[in-house]
């Protein structure tokens, strides 16, 4: 079956630096999703992406999906405490059947 | 205020006993989700609700049971078959049918400790 596999697990990063979180799955996607959960909280939506080689902006977080539609990536610019959480991928083969990657937790040192 | 409220947040219960985790949503959303995140795993889909009275297993389902007789709730229950229960719980729901490529909108969450 469909599988998301998602790297780093973990990420330290000092206040200003980039930050990337990878995600590849072992078959083609019809479309992922990337969400933030913070510390003690729940994950909350972030982005969709829907198109071969897709690239979206949200202030400084960048996404990016593959021209094969098979992975996807999540660069933060010059990150800053706030950004502090974990962020999953998610996606949906074509029978909208949802696998959620395990996760990279982020950490920013001020 | 719309959203997804599950009680309680925090759940201590003994070894061998069942206990049910509520979830209640006022999106009006069709299907809702429920998931288990232990660490370092992601989320692992328990099972899913399309529509009232129905629903389907997900990826890990043995051990738990739930039931859809409003749209607005949806509870789990964790039952003494589950063999590692303590984790958190997530419920979810999405506005239409199926499970994507919909938005899905979390609940806070029950963290479960059986001991």
């Known amino acids: 079956g469909q599988q998301v596999m998602q790297i780093p697990q973990y990420q330290h990063v000092q206040e200003g630096e980039d930050f990337t979180t990878y995600c590849n799955s072992s078959?083609?996607?019809?479309?992922i999703q990337w969400y933030k959960q913070r510390p003690g909280g729940h994950p909350v939506f972030l982005i969709q992406l829907v198109k071969s080689g897709e690239v979206k902006k949200q202030k400084r977080l960048t996404f990016q999906f593959g021209e094969a539609k098979k992975n996807s990536s999540l660069h933060i610019t010059a990150t800053q405490t706030t950004d502090v959480g974990t962020y999953f991928c998610a996606g949906s083969g074509n029978n909208n059947d949802m696998r959620f990657g395990a996760g990279t937790r982020l950490t920013v040192k001020p | 205020d719309g959203g997804i409220t599950q009680s309680p947040k925090y759940l201590f219960r003994k070894e061998g006993q069942n206990v049910t985790l509520s979830c209640e949503q006022n999106l009006n959303h069709d299907a809702m989700y429920w998931y288990r995140q232990d660490p370092g795993q992601g989320l692992r889909l328990i099972y899913y609700?399309?529509?009232?009275?129905?629903?389907q297993k997900g990826d890990i389902a043995e051990g738990y049971s739930v039931s859809r007789e409003k749209k607005e709730s949806f509870p789990l229950t964790v039952t003494s078959a589950q063999k590692n229960p303590t984790a958190f719980y997530l419920c979810a729901s999405t506005p239409g049918l199926g499970r994507g490529p919909y938005e899905q909108y979390f609940g806070p969450g029950t963290r479960l400790t059986v001991t």
């Open positions: 609700s399309q529509i009232v009275n129905d629903f």
């Open positions: 078959t083609t996607l019809s479309n």
